[in-house]
């Protein structure tokens, strides 16, 4: 093997690592974004009527962030070429919308 494909196959190897890098910081702020979710909805269920209002107003915003984040994983992986998002479904459930 000669020195352009050495620095190819390095070249090749570091894209695939930030690849994976980039979508594993994908992963890591939703499921941050998931679990801020789960607190609120768990708070908000002991919460009484006077912080009820605050604590909805502040799940829905933990909400949209984690849908947002939800959505930049799902993106990430169709730019690495993974089009079945049945894992995300699986893994990472949307959280659900409160009234």
């Given at each position: 093997?000669?020195?352009?494909?050495?620095?190819?196959?390095?070249?090749?190897?570091?894209?695939?690592?930030?690849?994976?890098?980039?979508?594993?910081?994908?992963?890591?702020?939703?499921?941050?974004?998931?679990h801020?979710?789960?607190?609120?909805?768990?708070?908000?269920?002991?919460a009484?009527?006077?912080a009820?209002?605050?604590a909805?107003?502040?799940?829905?915003?933990?909400?949209?962030?984690?849908?947002?984040?939800?959505?930049?994983?799902?993106?990430?992986?169709?730019?690495?070429?993974?089009?079945?998002?049945?894992?995300?479904?699986?893994?990472?459930?949307?959280?659900?919308?409160?009234?």
């Open positions: 093997m000669n020195q352009r494909e050495e620095a190819l196959q390095r070249t090749e190897k570091e894209i695939l690592a930030e690849k994976a890098a980039t979508l594993g910081r994908a992963g890591e702020r939703l499921e941050a974004a998931l801020l979710c789960t607190e609120l909805r768990e708070y908000l269920e002991q009484s009527e006077p009820r209002e605050a909805l107003t502040r799940y829905r915003e933990a909400r949209t962030r984690a849908m947002a984040a939800r959505h930049a994983l799902i993106i990430q992986r169709e730019a690495i070429g993974l089009r079945n998002h049945r894992l995300v479904d699986q893994q990472f459930p949307e959280p659900p919308a409160l009234r």
